[in-house]
């Protein structure tokens, strides 16, 4: 492959994309302060070497090097703006003709090529977006292409091609060019973000250079879409009774206490997204210890995921009957006690509460449950209110 550019990397910090808008960037238009080159020796030799770059240009394509035909094809328009016109006719309209015909030639086959995602941006068949947080953190999503360019029999990927990265709508910095591997494939590593509140895009676009000219093809670019995190939320909880022998049994309706969490979370500006289904109880455990299996479970729980979660356990004694002096009571007494957790989506921990303890007394067994459950609830609310300064400084 002929005259390669450099795989560099380079540091870009723009509002928009850092690349050159017009078809030819460098390329100096002939004006009346040049002076017309006498038909010599050397004006014969650019002439000719502007032809053999046009021959080396067509024989690079037929034989599948399609970017070392384009960088020749740059070359040759290079040579013409490096020299001044000729006054012989034949030769000013030679050249005239190698320029438009290199000029349609690159046009040519640059609307052969096409920028793809790689496999990792596509989802259900369609480009997905990435998240803008995680891409400050250096995790996610990055910005990769594939080129591939559409001959008559089918496609190919291109190597060694030179794309450029930057940012066609926010601020930060990234790697600003990389030439495409051998599976055609480019990526950029975005160094610093200025904001995370706000969408990015990251323009990869293919610019090819040879003598100090880069031609920009527009028409093969790809925009990666960064979105702000949605400051979203799932509650889970769940009530559950130990026995004597330490066995457990999961009881009544969660509502009540999932009501008391969402309340308490009301003051952190979460927006809370309902539970489309529900944990099994093995899996819940693990998810309000850290697991991060089960908390991916829990994210994305019904199809819709969150960026956090609030998993809430109860655990109540079995009641017991109150005996006083050797007589019996028709009452009822218990402890519950609560664990309150918020993580964030990879399992690291917003807030975690100490244990609450709250007691409950019925005329039956199940009086006393629910008294002790309304105590946790209500209990776990004030907890999350009195956080929620906390809380909104925690989200990152």
Known sequence: MGGGGSGSEKSASASGPQIENPVVSGQKGADSTKVAAPATRDAADYLKSMRELRAASRAAFDSNH???????????????????????????????????SADAELTAIGARCTLEPVDEWIVDGKQTSGNVRDLAKGRGLSPAVRLVINYDY????????????????????????????????????VRGIARTDRPLVVRAILAVSNRGIT??????????????????????????????????????????LVDAVSGGLAGTGLEITPADGALDPASFIAALGGDPAAVARAVSLGGASVSYLAIVLAESDEPRQMTYQGKTYEIYNTIARTSVRLLRSDGSVILAKPQISTRGQGGTPDAALKEAFKAAGDSVRKELAASAVEIRKSLD
């Open 154 to 189: 089918g496609k190919a990927v291109v190597p060694d091609a030179p794309i450029r990265f930057a940012f066609a709508d926010g601020l930060g910095e990234l790697t600003a060019s990389e030439n495409t591997d051998a599976y055609g494939v480019a990526s950029a590593t």
């Open 66 to 100: 399609p970017v070392e035909a384009l960088r020749h094809l740059v070359g040759l328009i290079a040579i013409d703006a490096e020299n001044p016109p000729d006054r012989d006719k034949d030769r000013a309209g030679e050249r005239a003709e190698l320029v438009r």
């Open 215 to 256: 031609r920009v093809f527009p028409e093969v670019v790809r925009d990666f879409a960064y979105l702000p995190q949605r400051q979203t939320i799932r509650v889970l909880a769940m009530e559950r009774v130990v026995n004597t022998e330490k066995k457990t049994s999961i009881i009544g309706d969660f509502s009540p």
